[in-house]
């Protein structure tokens, strides 16, 4: 299984500002790239931070669109969230420790509850189980925290990065990588800088983990 982080920063690392809101921080052309790698997935990954700040629809505008999974340990994905619809299938890892009326509700909004872990999702008993159903694409798409745990499992393959000319700051606003962060620099994850391009007003930078 391939797994790609996607996401876009400001020039000084931010994923937003420190409101959690959703910013636009790359333009058309990007999002269009962003449209055709959802399409070219078989499945696209979020953290329920990210479903809760922004409430996505991680669907494509043209193709079939891939299933959608959120890392959601105590189920807390709203009912009435986008990723929810009907547009596409919806999977939602939870831990042993969620509320069951919690995953009764959202069997009944329609989406697969699959346990994986205890206290929170074990994201590599969680990717596994993806790959048992076939999934050959992942696709990541954010938020910071769940960025850094998938780094800190070693389940990146690949990082697509757009960096955009302009400054968020903010000591408390999410940037690529949250977490407790990496201390030593051997645990440091390092990168095979692959491609850089020019997008919008901004770069795309494609590295490969090594
Ligand atoms: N610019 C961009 O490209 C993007 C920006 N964003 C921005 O990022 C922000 C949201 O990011 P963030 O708050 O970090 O949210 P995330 O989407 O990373 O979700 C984090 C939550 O996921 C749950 N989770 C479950 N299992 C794990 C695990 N093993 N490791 C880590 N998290 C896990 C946790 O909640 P629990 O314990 O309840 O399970 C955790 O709090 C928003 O401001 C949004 O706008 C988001 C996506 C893309
Ligand atoms: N690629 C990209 N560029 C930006 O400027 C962004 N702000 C984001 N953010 C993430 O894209 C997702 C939007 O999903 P929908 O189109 O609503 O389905 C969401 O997760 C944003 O955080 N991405």
Do not use: C, W
């Not at 994986?116 to 993806?130: H, I, K, W, Y």
């Not at 903010?170 to 390092?190: H, I, K, N, Q, W």
Request: proline share 3%; aromatic share 4%; charged share 30%.
């Amino acid at each position: 299984m391939h797994v790609v982080v996607n996401a876009a920063m400001s020039a000084d690392g931010k994923l937003s500002s420190r409101q959690r809101e959703q910013v636009a921080i790359s333009g058309a052309d990007d999002f269009d790239r962003v449209d055709d790698l959802r399409v070219e997935s078989d499945a696209i990954v979020v953290g329920v931070g990210t479903v809760l700040a922004d409430d996505p629809s991680l669907t494509a505008d043209e193709g079939v669109n891939p299933v959608r999974v959120v890392a959601d340990s105590k189920a807390r994905t709203p009912l009435d969230a986008r990723v929810l619809d009907d547009r596409a299938d919806t999977l939602v890892f939870v831990a042993e420790s969620a509320p069951n009326r919690n995953v009764r509700a959202l069997r009944e909004a329609g989406a697969d509850v699959v346990v994986a872990g205890n206290g929170r999702v074990a994201l590599g008993q969680a990717f596994s189980e993806l790959e048992s159903r076939g999934t050959k694409r992942v696709m990541v798409e954010g938020g910071g925290e769940l960025i850094f745990s998938l780094f800190d499992g070693g389940l990146v393959d690949e990082l697509r990065l757009y960096v955009g000319s302009v400054v968020i700051g903010g000591r408390d606003a999410p940037t690529l990588a949250d977490g407790d962060g990496f201390v030593e620099r051997r645990s440091f994850p390092d990168l095979d800088l692959d491609s850089v391009e020019r997008v919008d007003d901004g770069v795309l930078l494609r590295y490969l983990v090594s």
